[in-house]
């Protein structure tokens, strides 16, 4: 470190850092700086801990995670750092996690003459380590990556060379991108990779943009009365539509004169098409594994930019995310409305100017929707129950289906589907062959194997290995043809899957057998449910391959039986 002559007042910053590693940094300091003033910044829950061990700094403490009037706390807090004059700004530096958005906050607006990272793992200090460019959010702006990426490697070189880093204030419309440790890593970046860096920039220019934005102004008041636009953010799959139908209910209940738009990727267009509840669905692409689980776009980036940018123009007043993934996340602030919420997840706690509702892992997807709109004032969790919307001549199309089938729409049915998105959710087509074989059929009863595609061979598999009679409905039935069909069902079995959602929606008792996934977070939410589910040390893992799954394996066709048998009973006697 520069050595100077008068004595300092030094920051250090602490995120994740072990104790040896901030006393290495703060030797480090105390040699470097002699007579100076040092006092540490660490979280608020460890804040009694290193008050212990560093009885001769003074200790500031962060609050991690966010609050509701997160704005009004971090300005409280910034304000605080200003007033006590620090000159040195150093970051202890000992894993990637150690980074933290309010450190670069305090560097730029505390008034800091030098500022350093130390490296706990190699015992040495680091140049400044953070450049802001503000730089245009418009169309030519974005497009103009080549440029920026010049632009800030031109900072770079003149920082290095001694100049001071400034942070550039430019007209509202401006964003900010940020760069780790060496500039000149990002040449390098950006040739290797322009679709990586791409959508890394993209999420932190609205993060810091509404961050910095949001912390120097008064949080509004949220006034019911004044929201005309609102944007729903549910980008996941079949089942979690479903479960936020109860949401989108009680939100059109509060809101009846409100534009609500809701966000969802292509695969369920055709699903949410119908709902009663939304004005306009958007439809957003995504190369994401998370969601996409079917073909990539090669140049999907491209058309994402513009998205985002249209998406921020349209003047939504309330945005709400219910997934509270990162890639929801960027959906969210490129909206540019007044109001955000999301779920208080493990993969949002750093980010900022947003309503967090508590995310304890336990409660139903449902549950956890109406804590969110519980943060704005807006009630209705006495009407939980899922729907799916088919019209009459749907029903009729379905009746002369099962008509061709020789099934009457009076028959006892059992519905069963087999299928599964990934290995480890699926339980053998041997053990629902057993279930299904061992059925009193004699009785009255009928089976169904519904089909889908990609599903298709399995499912001829399967009704190889039946012995009883039972039809095999083909695999290339719309959602709506489906819900139709099982509507007709006194009973649908099936392994985890969004096909369990649309039955209960459909108000037909399921039988849904659990393996790696959560049954309580994304479980069919009804009182005619069963789920069947063992418990180990590793559950849920969510894992989309396992060599094992043991958990799936746990599960006994007997119990299975069992289930299937008293469900049929007790609808026969209803």
Known sequence: MERLSKKMKILIAVNNSSVG???????????????AHISLLVKEKTEKWFKTFFENCAVFSYVEGMTANSAVTLNSFLEEIKSNAFEVFIVVNEKETDRDLRFDLIRCFCGFKKYYIFDAVKNKEIRQYAIFVYLRLGFFGLLMFPVNVI?????GILFFLGLPGYLLKGEAKTAVLFFKKNIFNLAGYYFSGLRQAFEKFTLEIFIYLEFVRSAYTRIPVFEKDKIKKILIVKIEHLGDFILAVPMLRALRAEF????????VAPWNKAVAEGCPYIDELLIYKTNN??????????????????FYLKLRRAGFDLCLDFGGWIESLKLVYSSGAKFKGALDYKRVKNIYNIRLADFNGTDNE???????????????????????????????????????????????L?????????????????????VINALPVKSGFKVIIFNAPGEQLYMEELSAKLTVPHVLMPSDMSLKEFAALVSF????????????????AMKV?????????????????SKSRVVITKDYPCSPCRKTNCIRNLCMEAIKTEEVLEAVKCGLELTRQA
């Open 21 to 35: 590693a901030v006393r290495n940094a703060v030797a480090k300091t105390e040699k470097d700086f002699p007579g």
């Open 151 to 155: 632009l800030v490697l031109c900072f």
């Open 256 to 263: 009846p004169e409100a534009k609500i738009s809701m966000l």
């Open 289 to 306: 594994p998370v969601f996409n689980r079917g073909r990539k776009h090669p140049f999907l980036f491209i058309w994402m930019k513009i």
């Open 366 to 412: 449902i549950i956890r929707s109406f804590k969110l709109l519980e943060l704005f004032d807006i009630k209705g969790r006495q009407e939980e129950e899922t729907e799916y919307w088919i019209t009459p001549a749907e029903i009729e199309t379905a009746k002369k289906m099962l008509s061709e089938k020789s099934i009457k729409a009076d028959d006892v």
């Open 414 to 434: 059992a519905g069963f589907y087999t299928g599964a998105s990934s290995a480890p959710i699926r339980w053998g087509r041997e053990n629902f062959a057993k």
């Open 489 to 504: 069902c006194k009973l649908f079995v099936s392994n985890d899957g969004g096909l369990s959602h649309l039955a209960t």
């Open 509 to 525: 008792p399921t039988i849904t057998l659990y393996g790696p996934s959560n049954d309580k977070e994304w479980g069919p939410y």
